[in-house]
């Protein structure tokens, strides 16, 4: 299989978790977007690492999940905190600081 | 020549007048005094330097006095720097001579005002001036003096400017003086880029490298700015309305001395004149115009003052034409100046000390019959009409009657037109005169019960006296064997001219039997005209032309609607749009900046999704751009 | 080929101390009793970011510079940023030691007994200050990382503790939050960005670190298309991290919602910790590639000078007004990375300096101005404030002055020198749209001063509170560097000159 | 021994010392203040004196490097322009602050603030004035709208807050585009033999039309909104309605000088070939200034505003002076300077007493002034006397300077501007009439006359104004050596009279 074809793919889940962004109100969810995001870049760096033949790509998509799970982390106790004063996980509802 | 008195003339006076004004209320009680005999002393030196003078020959009679460099940029030197020759002795006696004989009326006109020594501090500051004027060797130094005297025509004109119309009367003079100003500043601009120099003798001595052009430029220059300080046509206005000043102020600057300082100037500059035929020929236009005009406001004023006014405004006309007239008009034309510096002045006085005895009443139509109350008054007066009408051998008969010959000897339908000007004006100031000596002097008395008439003191007709006999004597005195013709020759080149072919269309003896008769049509037409009852009001079913002469011509309608309606609504046009389009622009900005900020503003929506939205449009924004920058 | 990995310790130990004492800071908070936590917090943040600066002084004339097997590169710009963020940390911190403005229990409910007694009782949580020194060490990594895997680790590093240290304001919770869950999403979300483009920058070089992918931009044989793909996502995530326009939307929120002295710390640090990647990444990496970036970069730099000082005009709280201010301020710096020179790189070091220092001067008396329910940020209630603290007033116009580049302020000698920089690269455009935004932006500086001094107060509840002696020092250290770099900047700017050269 | 540096910190000093006062004795800053701008007069008096008239170049000269990472130098010097605009300056101060006595009671912050900020502004003014570097002038350029802006704001009446703002935005706008063309002259001098910021080395550039002309309305369009020439000047009746009368004399007087010097030094200097260019327009501009100043000065309401206006208008002649490119026309823009400067003043000190005696500045709540404060009334009388350049009185002399300057080259533009000179007796004798003539406007009978304080500020004034009418050569001869010099660098040379002859 044409090894290009991973990088549509990859670019196309980008698209995906950058849209979703977008347009999702849960927090939770608008979190796992962004979480697919950085699987579409893991997936584009593993696949160039493939074209190449170097290792130096897969060792990055291993940094990357590490990096991705400390962003959970904070993440979901930012989320959690919202949470627990609005009773909301609306990221809509948040939005006293504008203009 | 040099001499180091001259700078006395001006400083004593100038020290005086800033002396008094220091002191204030200090030197109430003899300022007027010290004013007095400053002034005199003035004629003093003026007498001491014009007998040296008439001691030395002619052609080195005229002597200088430096006194430091004044202004001196690159090539543009000027010194402060006097002059005193034939020209100016002869003004310089004038002013200080009258001068003092003005001082010493006013010490007593003016008992009774509380400012009387501030009076005499203008006064002082008036001689200064003029005397500076005058003495000048060059067009800065004379410009100097020229506004100088202009302020302190305004200062005296609104001696009383408590009174709003006085203060407007005093504004008037000074702006229509400064619209005069204007040429004269572009006179010296026009001379300096013309010649590298403003000094008298440095533009005579270059004005043959000088083009027509300009030194027509400057010609009609010097003319604009003569109309403006001798109230010729078309800036005439303001002299009517400056009698507001004291009336000894009307007698010394507005008669004698100040006004005819465009006659000077003219005179002065006769090295210009002579090579520029078209500002001459204007310059003849215009003192023909103004000596008619004059003549017939005169014939409709019932205000004494401003009928004198009109009158001045006339005869000096008559001088303006004869400086016109080349050559040989100088001299006639400072000859009338000199006359009726005598006979006007006396007049005025005149007027003051009816005024005086009268309650400062100025309508003619509420005097009749003071001669009997005041004959002094009446017969110096009388002694100035005479004169001033110019019936031999009084003064005025000698110098107007040679500027009618010499008009009429001009060439061509020029010198037709012009000598029949002067001849009717003189038939009109015969009317007019008549009519102020009739209405004034003789008939039934028309005043109230109140009034009582009385000569007055010593101090005020003392100087009345000494003037009449100036107005009987000094024209035979001047003219006899030519006397101040060649008097003046030096200054004024009328050498050649005197050998030059000169076309006589009339005999002498025609012109004056011609004058003489007008003089008698317009005195006839005035007795039968007054000779009755005058009522006291002034008729208003008149005609049409009595109308507007009351209105002085119309001068200042037409200076309303031309001038002043359209400055004064450009003006608020203007503030208007400083305000609404100037300012206005900037505030637009402002405002499109804030109103901007307003727009971005909303796009802060506080709603984390847009904020991600603007990102990823910020994306594909320059993935855009870069696409098609580089691709 | 696998030599054993030399790290270069040496090179490594500012970062290193930081991280220490952030690791002993958490132990701390483990185990030493509530009532003593802050102040020994407070004192081993003092003392590592301290000792980090001393140990940088000590390498800031070696001459080789690759550490930890190339991906850390200590040259010039590194060093200098470093110790420019540790001394803006050091201040920071000690603003931050008025503990008062941070929640007691950051998991309490806004407004619950659980939060109430946590304040009456003291038991105050001091994880602000190890959160801050771990912050810190990213930030000093990310300016020196020289390979993508480095960079990327840095800029998270950096990021995660300021997304929790924005939501511990102890007063107007909800506002902190929000700010801490808008800076994380949008966070998270420009860094996926970062690591796509540098996947792309990776699939376009096969290469990790900075200097391989500079050969292959030099090689110019490689997909062109992978390296602008790479280069500009790369790219969003720095401009989101400096906010630039339009990356900014966060600025604003976040700055007004998290607690002022983090706001400070942030707006000063993080700027100088992103415009150090910045510039590496543009100037050793792409320099090669002007003509790519070039034109997109001027663009921005123009929307960000433009909209950021046009829209703090019409801004009425403070802090959104300076967070707008800050975005106008990264424009003019980016026309020092525009400038791809030497001057520039220079330029932009000094004004990162002075920048710093104004900020953490600015938002430090800002931490000042109150009323009983807390710090006062509304403008209008600024109103007459000269009149009642002329010091502090004077002070905070003396700051403003410099934003606005005022001579004789530090502000003004960096707008002149990173101007002169771009000027010099013929970016001739870029300089008149700076110097134009710099005179609107100037009106809303004014504006403040107009308020504090000319305004009629309408109410006497505003006080200032006499600063701590730490908030004392800070802001008038601050304020004192900002006078001496506006009116004697020749050490600095030699001791820039001498280190202005990035090592590939 | 640093002559200037010693003018410029003496203030500065004063200043220090002044805000280091304790509270209780706070009234001690007006004499501290005085005391110290009255030594910096006789300081400047001093040099005056040491001052070689015929020597060419600058003088007094110190340079000492201060950023030399950018060329930058501390560097002052003087040439007659810039002597006799500092000892214009100087001389002011002392009498502001004589004649302000009581100015700094009605502010928002006390009396020391106030001292403080006009020594400072004192510094500015020489430091402006003295540079020779042209960041360094820059430098003192903008930090001068500092103290000015904290005068206008902070002790001024009305919508003071809002004219200060005006004042500074306009100020910053201008200078920001100057220091866009400072960048770009110091680009260019680094291309051609090194950074630099020295002004004689500036001058020394070739730099092509097109750049040369940017960078020439950079420095213009700042100097321009300082002088203020038309369109730009509508910051300045603004403040001056809002400003103290000191702060007023100070902002007309010397500040805005800083601009017709600015246009001298660097306009021209640096760039002679589009100084010829702009001519042209600038001609135009300062004509339209003189007329629109003077339409509008007829117009005003407010005495302060009228006296902007007049300013407005004569800022036109100076500049029209300058463009004139005459040694006349130079001479007499500078003259305008220091005579401008002394007749504004005395306007301004006379209508801020009579309007702070009657509370206001509308010239209508006046009339018969004369009658009431015969002192107050004739010292205004002849300050504007002064300004409309009557003869004998110093503007005479420089007016007449630049007339005749400007009709060498460009007659069509002098002769309008001739016409300024009625519009001038409209504006100076319309709100004489209002104001000291006439009756005696209910509510003016008992204001008193003039203090001994105020005689003692307004008398030098007068006396200058006087002495200068007659006697400007002291003056003169120290300003044209430095305008031909200006000129001459810059290739032009005045026009020769076709009549001259020898």
Redesign the interface.
């Known amino acids: 299989m044409n090894s290009a074809n991973y990088l549509y793919l990859s670019a196309m889940l980008f698209t995906i978790g950058a849209v979703g962004v977008v347009i999702r109100r849960n927090a939770i969810v608008v979190f796992m977007c962004i979480e697919l995001m950085l699987n579409a870049a893991n997936l584009a760096f593993v696949t160039f690492a493939r074209i190449n033949g170097t290792l130096d790509g897969q060792v990055i998509a291993f940094f990357t999940m590490v990096v991705a799970a400390c962003e959970v982390v904070v993440g979901l106790a930012i989320i959690v905190t919202i949470f627990r004063s609005r009773r909301s996980t609306s990221v809509d509802d948040a939005s006293l600081l504008k203009r | 020549m040099t001499s180091n008195n001259l700078v006395y003339l001006v400083a004593l006076p100038l020290f005086s007048s800033g002396f008094l004004m220091i002191l204030g209320r200090r030197a109430d009680k003899w300022g007027h005094i010290f004013a007095t005999l400053i002034s005199a002393s003035a004629f003093g030196i003026g007498a001491f330097e014009f007998l040296q003078m008439l001691a030395r020959p002619s052609e080195s009679r005229a002597v200088t006095q430096k006194l430091f460099s004044w202004i001196s940029v690159g090539t543009f030197q000027v010194d402060a720097s006097l002059l005193l020759d034939q020209l100016s002795i002869s003004f310089v006696l004038l002013i200080t001579g009258v001068g003092t004989l003005i001082h010493i009326y006013s010490i007593a006109y003016m008992s009774h005002d509380l400012d009387r020594r501030r009076f005499f501090a203008f006064l002082n500051f008036f001689i200064a001036a003029m005397l500076l004027l005058v003495l000048g060797d060059s067009y800065l130094n004379l410009y100097v003096g020229w506004e100088g005297v202009g302020l302190a025509s305004y200062l005296l004109i609104g001696f009383w400017n408590q009174k709003p119309e006085y203060a407007t009367a005093a504004k008037k003079a000074f702006v229509a003086n400064r619209v005069g100003d204007v040429g004269l500043s572009l006179a010296i601009m026009i001379a300096f880029a013309t010649f590298g120099t403003v000094s008298f003798s440095g533009v005579e001595e270059k004005v043959s490298g000088a083009s027509t052009a300009a030194l027509t430029g400057i010609g009609l220059m010097l003319l604009l700015a003569a109309a403006g300080k001798s109230a010729q046509f078309p800036l005439q206005s303001w002299l009517g309305d400056a009698m507001a000043g004291p009336t000894p102020v009307s007698a010394l600057i507005h008669a004698a001395t100040m006004v005819t300082a465009g006659v000077y100037l003219i005179a002065r500059s006769n090295f210009i004149f002579d090579n520029a035929p078209t500002a001459q020929l204007c310059v003849v236009i215009i003192g023909a115009i103004t000596l008619m005009f004059g003549a017939l406001i005169g014939t409709a004023k019932d205000d004494i003052k401003k009928a004198l006014a009109a009158s001045t405004m006339s005869q000096i006309g008559y001088m303006i034409l004869a400086t016109g007239l080349g050559p040989v008009g100088y001299a006639f034309a400072i000859m009338h100046l000199l006359t009726h510096g005598f006979f006007k002045a006396g007049m005025f006085l005149g007027a003051g000390s009816v005024m005086h005895g009268m309650d400062d009443e100025v309508n003619m139509r509420k005097y009749g019959g003071l001669g009997k109350f005041m004959p002094i008054t009446a017969i110096t007066f009388g002694l100035g009409y005479l004169a001033i009408i110019g019936v031999p051998p009084f003064a005025g008969f000698y110098s107007k009657d040679k500027i009618i010959e010499t008009a009429f000897n001009a060439e061509g339908i020029k010198g037709l037109l012009i000598g029949s000007a002067a001849l009717l004006g003189a038939l009109v100031t015969a009317f007019y005169m008549t009519r102020v000596i009739i209405l004034t002097f003789t008939g039934a008395k028309r005043w109230d019960e109140k009034a009582h008439p009385h000569e007055s003191p010593f101090l005020m007709w003392g100087p009345m006296a000494i003037l009449a006999i100036g107005s009987v004597a000094s024209g035979f005195l001047l003219s006899s064997g030519n006397r101040f013709v060649s008097w003046l020759a030096p200054v004024v080149n009328s050498h050649e001219a005197d050998h030059a072919e000169h076309v006589e269309r009339f005999q002498p003896v025609v012109v004056t039997s011609m004058a003489l008769v007008a003089v008698v049509i317009g005195v006839a037409i005035a007795i039968v005209k007054y000779r009755s009852q005058v009522p006291r009001v002034a008729p208003t079913n008149v005609r049409f032309f009595t109308r507007i002469a009351r209105r002085d011509l119309l001068q200042d309608d037409f200076n309303e609607v031309v001038l002043m309606r359209p400055g004064q609504a450009l003006t608020k046009f203007l503030v208007a749009t400083d305000e609404k389009a100037i300012d206005g622009a900037v505030r637009t900005v402002g405002a499109v900046v804030i109103g901007s900020s307003k727009g971005i503003r909303k796009t802060q929506t506080g709603f984390v999704r847009s904020y991600a939205l603007l990102i990823l449009l910020g994306a594909f924004g320059l993935l855009a751009t870069i696409w098609v920058v580089t691709l | 080929m696998t030599d054993s990995p030399i790290l270069q310790y040496s090179f490594l130990a500012p970062i290193m101390i930081v991280l220490a004492g952030a690791v002993i800071g958490v132990l701390v908070e483990a185990f030493v009793a509530a009532k003593r936590r802050a102040t020994i917090q407070l004192l081993i943040a003092l003392f590592t970011i301290f000792a980090s600066f001393i140990s940088l002084l000590r390498i800031r004339n070696l001459t080789s510079a690759k550490a930890a097997f190339n991906s850390v590169m200590i040259d010039g710009p590194a060093i200098f940023m470093q110790g420019t963020i540790l001394l803006i940390a050091f201040f920071a911190v000690m603003i931050i030691g008025d503990v008062d403005h941070f929640t007691a229990q ?2 309490a ?2 407004g619950s007994e659980e939060e109430k007694s946590a304040v009456q009782t003291g038991r105050q949580q001091t994880e602000v200050f190890p959160l801050t020194l771990f912050a810190v060490a990213g930030m000093m990594l990310f300016p020196a990382a020289s390979d ?2 480095t960079l ?2 840095a800029l ?1 590093v950096l990021s ?1 503790p300021l ?2 240290v924005a ?1 511990l304001s102890r007063r107007r ?3 902190s ?6 800076y ?3 966070g ?6 970062f ?2 483009g ?3 920058l ?2 376009f070089s ?3 670190t900075l200097a391989g992918i500079h050969t292959a931009v030099i090689g110019g044989t490689a997909n ?1 298309v992978f390296l ?2 790479g280069l ?2 790369l ?2 995530g720095l401009l ?1 991290k400096v906010g630039a326009v ?2 900014h ?2 600025t ?2 976040v700055y ?2 998290a607690p002022t002295p983090i706001t400070g710390f942030m707006a000063a640090a993080t700027k100088v910790a992103a415009f150090g990647a910045l510039l590496r990444i543009f100037y050793v990496t792409f320099g090669d590639a002007v ?3 070039r ?2 970069l001027t ?2 730099a123009i929307l960000t000078m433009l ?1 950021g000082s ?5 801004q009425r709280d403070i802090k959104r007004m300076l967070a707008y201010s800050s975005i106008a301020h990264a424009g003019f710096l980016l026309t020092g990375v525009i400038a791809l020179n030497r001057a520039g790189l ?1 330029a932009t070091l000094y004004y990162l300096l002075a920048y710093g220092f104004i900020t953490i001067g600015a938002f430090g008396v800002i931490t000042l101005v109150r009323d009983s329910s807390g710090e006062i940020t509304d403008l209008n209630r600024w109103a007459g404030l ?2 009642r603290s ?1 010091k502090i007033a004077a002070l905070f116009s003396f700051f403003l ?1 410099a934003f ?1 580049g ?3 302020t530090s502000g ?2 960096g ?3 990173i ?2 920089a771009a ?2 690269s013929g970016n ?1 455009g870029v ?2 749209v700076g ?2 935004s ?3 932006a ?2 809303f500086y ?2 403040v001063i ?1 308020m504090m ?3 009629e107060s309408h109410e006497d509840s505003l006080t200032v509170v006499i600063p701590s002696p730490l908030t004392s020092i800070a802001i008038w250290v601050s304020g004192a560097v900002t006078l001496i770099l506006g009116v ?3 050490p600095v ?2 001791f820039i ?1 001498t280190l202005a050269i990035f090592i590939r | 021994m640093n002559y200037l540096t010693s003018i410029g910190a003496l203030p500065l000093l004063g200043a220090l010392l002044i805000s280091t006062l304790p509270k209780s004795k706070a009234n001690y800053a007006k004499w501290v203040a005085l005391l110290t701008s009255i030594v910096v007069a006789l300081l400047g008096l001093l040099i005056a004196l040491r001052f070689e008239i015929d020597r060419p170049g600058f003088q007094f000269v110190e340079n000492y490097s201060w950023i030399p990472s950018f060329g930058i130098n501390y560097s002052l010097g003087i040439d007659g322009i810039a002597l006799v605009l500092i000892l214009m300056s100087v001389i002011l101060v002392p009498i502001v602050i004589v004649a302000g006595w009581h100015e700094s009671e009605g502010g928002r912050w006390g009396s020391k603030s106030f001292y403080v900020l006009i020594l400072i502004l004192e510094t500015m003014m020489i430091g402006v004035f003295a540079a020779t570097d042209v960041f360094l002038f820059y430098v003192f350029f903008e930090a001068m709208l500092i103290p000015v802006y904290f005068l206008i704001g902070g002790y001024g009446v009305g919508e003071r807050a809002a004219a200060a703002v005006k004042f500074l935005l306009y100020s910053l706008f201008g200078g920001l585009l100057m220091l866009a063309a400072i960048i770009g002259i110091y680009v260019i001098s680094g291309h051609q033999g090194g950074h630099t910021f020295d002004i004689e080395k500036l001058s020394q550039l070739t730099i092509d039309s097109t750049t040369q002309n940017f960078l020439f309305l950079g420095f213009f369009i700042a100097f321009a909104i300082k002088a203020p020439l038309w369109p730009l000047h509508t910051w300045l009746p603004d403040a001056a309605k809002s400003a103290t009368p000191g702060t007023s004399v100070l902002l007309l007087g010397v500040l805005d000088k800083v601009g017709t010097f600015g246009m001298i030094r660097y306009c021209i200097k640096l760039f002679p070939e589009s100084s010829k260019t702009f001519t042209p327009v600038i001609i135009v501009l300062a004509l339209i200034s003189i007329l629109y100043g003077a339409f509008l000065a007829i117009g005003q309401k407010d005495i302060k505003g009228l006296i902007a206006f007049t300013s407005i208008s004569h800022f036109g002649f100076i500049t029209m002076g300058i463009f004139a490119m005459t040694t006349q026309g130079h001479s007499g823009a500078t003259l305008y300077m220091v005579n401008h400067g002394f007749s504004t003043a005395a306007l301004f000190l006379v209508a801020g007493w009579i309007s702070t005696r009657r509370g206001s500045s509308i010239i209508a709540d006046f009339g018969g002034l004369q009658r009431v404060t015969p002192v107050l009334a004739w010292t205004f009388f002849i300050a504007g006397l002064s300004s409309l350049a009557l003869p004998g009185l110093s503007s005479f002399v420089s007016e007449f300077l630049v007339l005749v300057g400007t009709y060498t080259r460009y007659p069509v533009a002098a002769v309008i501007g001739t016409l300024g000179i009625v519009l001038a007796a409209l504006y100076i004798l319309i709100p004489v009439q209002k104001a000291l003539h006439g009756p005696i406007t209910p509510g003016n009978e008992n204001l008193p006359d003039i203090t001994r304080r105020e005689r003692i500020a307004i008398a030098p004034v007068i006396a200058v104004i006087i002495f200068l009418g007659f006697y400007p050569k002291p003056l003169l001869d120290v300003i044209n050596p430095a305008s031909i010099a200006t000129l001459t660098a810059a290739g032009f040379s005045d026009p020769v009279p076709p009549a001259g002859g020898r």
């Open positions: 950051a998991s409910v806004p993508l895997i990327f680790v998270e995660l997304y929790l939501g919770r909800l506002f939050q929000e700010a801490a869950l808008k994380f999403l949008l998270a979300y420009s860094s996926a960005f690591l796509f540098a996947a792309f990776y699939g096969y290469s990790v062109n602008l793909i500009l996502f790219s969003i989101f339009p990356f939307a966060w604003p929120d007004q919602g003509w790519n970036w034109p997109i663009v921005i909209v046009i829209v703090a005009i019409t220079a000269g009149r002329p002055l606005a005022i001579p004789l003004f000698i707008k002149f020198a101007f002169t000027y010099e001739i300089v008149v110097v134009l710099s005179a609107i100037a009106f004014i504006r107009v001094y000319f305004a004697y900047p020749t700017l030699n000159n």
